[in-house]
């Protein structure tokens, strides 16, 4: 009624100016109306089309806010300054013993949540005495539950007040749990070894946890979108790879990436990190949000470096026995054939067919020593163009001696060239690994089929398999007829020593390798395998495009004729043979030559004889104290533009002892030919002087 009251008031305001309304009973109201009609007789009509215009504004807020009350799913009362219930409202939400009619005329304080009557009491005094909005929460025990509530008490002008209970109860439920979750996260990134980050891709900026500031530097690095925030961290050689695979999986929306790559540390130096992160993206499916960590596997590496030595050296002592086989007819085809030319040949055709069995012989056994010096390497990735097929024919010889007699080894090749950028050692050790793992699948003997050839992915291709791209391929496939892999172990194949085999007879690296050397050449690999049946690796490795590979030793074909040259050259050579060798080979094409039995000797001869030098050729492992290497850096010393080639039958990590090789040296590792040691002293004479 009061707000009827206040509407008509209004209204006789509007038209009767500042007429007194008293603020009385009913009564009064109407008496004072009907005063006001009889001492403006002529307004009457306007008047009352002012009232019935009041009334329809009335009956219309009366509805909205009948409205506004249903919609609002809390518990509403309307008390009066006593606060005694003059209306009430049960949201959908609450369930109360009480009807809301049942409830009109009562203390809200008393009812509907008795146990926190004097709070609500309390709280009821103040918002009257102090005329402003209240708020507290309390909790009450229902049906056995704990439940939280909340309880607003608003103060009507004209007295009394609205109070709103709300029921709080899954709201706290989720607090705690966010709270739960964010000291859970908190606990964690403490407690973990890993550098955690939170990038925000909108903001530009970084949360890292304590691991990270500690470990990795530089809050500079961490500015501006996208990948920009940590990539100059990355090392320089391992940049460009990582930030186009973030690229990549921003452009696909894949909400999971990792990579493998060197980040800088705290102490200036790289770290081996895996990057593990997960990207949220929004509706314009642009990167808003990535969460992940890195992980620092320096160590790791390091172990697997050394476990994998070790494989290697396990590799080279099993095949053993099948290179000394092997090296046994090459020594007897070599000194069969020169022991005929000693004894004088019959004809030219029986000398020249004596001489060019022995030189092939020869270039057999230097390829098998070479491929167990790259076994037992432990050189970086030396990528550069080859032909995959020559890799794989190269190998076949040491497959059929790795497997055995009870497996039998065929061959299906591409008929032309599959150039593909490689480190062929590498390439080699994943062949390796790949038929140790299907002979092992075959304990009873088998069949193992090695095939080299060429495939085309389009789109349509790529979809279910996450590794695939749309490109040309090089293809290796080793397929076996062994007992295949089970499904529940198929998914952990390539993980780092995971292993099937019983204890001591596997390390769990052989195909965790072969993965890490596809990645390495951008290339990925799939596997095919039926339990009982066998299996079949597929590797790819981007095509080359080039025009032709280069040649197989690295070194640009010459014209003999232009080999020769009148250039002084110093050999220092411990092996007679060799040295005497030489000395044969540059003579005959007009070179001037000199001779030391060793590095130290030949200090004193230059230092005696003071020789004008073009060129130094000489071996690193040396007797005398002095070795090739410390030999050209002592002449550099008096003659900085001194060329030099260093030879080793070693490879060049092993001769040096892991030493940088001086700077503008060519290393040549033994055995040679004329023709190539010839190349190789034309071209590094050729070369202009250095800086």
């Known amino acids: 009624m009061e707000l009827t009251h206040n509407l008509l008031r209004r209204q006789i305001k509007r038209h009767f100016g500042q007429t007194e309304i008293p603020a009385g009973s009913l009564v009064d109201f109407v008496a004072a109306v009907d005063a006001a009609y009889r001492a403006n007789d002529e307004d009457r009509a306007m008047l009352e089309r002012s009232l019935e215009l009041s009334s329809q504004e009335l009956l219309q807020a009366n509805a909205e806010m009948s409205a506004v009350f249903e919609a609002i799913p809390d518990l509403l009362f309307h008390v009066n300054a006593d606060g005694l219930i003059l209306s009430a409202k049960v949201g959908a939400n609450e369930q109360i013993q009480w009807k809301p009619g049942a409830l009109v005329g009562r203390r809200f304080t008393e009812d509907p949540f008795p146990e926190v009557s ?28 704990l439940e939280h509530h909340e309880a607003r008490l608003v103060p009507l002008r004209e007295g009394g007040a609205i109070v709103i209970l709300r029921n709080i109860t899954e709201r706290r439920g989720a607090e705690e749990a966010l709270r739960e979750s964010e000291e859970r996260f908190r606990l964690v990134a403490l407690a973990t070894r890993d550098a955690i980050y939170d990038w925000d891709a909108v903001k530009g900026t ?49 909400p999971l990436w990792s990579a493998e790559y060197r980040f800088l540390c705290s102490e200036g130096n790289y770290a081996e990190v895996v990057d593990y992160g997960y990207i949220h993206y929004n509706r314009a499916g642009e990167p808003a949000r990535m969460i992940g960590a890195l992980a620092d596997i320096t160590e790791r590496k390091r172990l697997q470096e050394q476990v994998l030595q070790s494989q290697k050296m396990d590799a080279v002592g099993q095949l053993a026995g099948g290179v000394a086989h092997d090296f046994n007819n090459l020594l007897t085809v070599i000194l069969g054939n020169l022991s005929l030319l000693r004894l004088g040949a019959e004809n030219p055709t029986e000398a020249t067919n004596a001489i060019t069995e022995s030189y092939r012989a020869a270039q057999r056994a230097a390829e098998l020593t070479r491929q167990l010096l790259t076994f037992s390497r432990r050189e970086p990735v030396a990528l550069r163009p080859v032909d995959l097929n020559a890799v794989v024919a190269d190998m076949l010889r040491m497959c059929h001696r790795l497997v055995g007699e009870t497996i039998t080894i065929t061959t299906t090749s591409y008929p032309g060239k599959l150039p593909v950028h490689a480190d062929p050692g590498m390439i080699e050790q994943l062949l390796m690994n790949l038929v140790i793992n299907s002979r092992d699948a075959m304990r009873q003997g088998g069949r193992l089929l090695i095939a080299t050839g060429e495939r085309l992915f389009f789109n349509r291709d790529v979809g279910g398999h996450p590794q695939r791209r749309a490109g040309r391929f090089v293809r290796l496939a080793v397929t076996d007829n062994g007992s295949g892999i089970p499904p529940e172990v198929m998914a952990h194949i390539f993980e780092p020593f995971f292993t099937t085999k ?8 052989g195909l965790a390798m072969v993965f890490g050397i596809v990645q390495q050449h951008k290339g990925w690999i799939e596997v095919e395998s039926t339990v009982g049946a066998g299996t079949t690796f597929f590797v790819y490795l981007p095509w080359l495009q080039i025009a032709t590979a280069e040649p197989k030793d690295g070194v640009a074909q010459r014209d003999p004729a232009s080999l020769g040259g009148k250039e002084r050259i110093l050999i220092a050579e411990d092996e007679a043979q060799v040295r005497l060798w030489m000395k044969t080979a540059l003579i005959r094409y007009g070179y001037q030559v000199h001779m030391a039995e060793s590095g130290a000797l030949a200090l004193a001869f230059v230092r005696d004889q003071q020789p004008e030098l073009d060129l130094l050729i000489s071996d690193i492992v ?25 030879c080793s039958g070693y490879d060049r990590e092993s001769a040096t002892n892991g030493s940088p090789m001086p700077p503008n040296v060519t290393f040549l590792q033994k055995p040679f030919g004329m023709e190539r040691f010839l190349r190789a002293v034309r071209d590094k004479l050729d070369e202009p002087a250095a800086p």
């Open 118 to 145: 004097a709070e609500l009491e309390h709280a009821f005094a103040q918002m009257q005495e102090e005329a402003r909005v209240l708020e507290l929460e309390f909790s009450v025990r229902r049906n056995g539950e």
């Open 206 to 254: 970084t949360w890292r946890n304590d691991t990270y500031h500690a470990r990795y530097p530089g809050e500079a690095t961490f500015q501006g979108k996208k990948e920009a925030w940590w990539s100059s961290n990355i090392h320089p050689d391992d940049r460009t790879r990582v930030v186009e695979s973030l690229q990549a999986a921003f452009a696909k929306q894949e």
């Open 502 to 509: 019983e204890a001591g007879k596997g390390t769990g690296l």
């Open 622 to 646: 040396m007797p005398g104290g002095v070795s090739g290497r410390e030999l050209c850096l002592e002449l550099r010393q008096t003659r900085p533009q001194l060329k030099v080639i260093l």
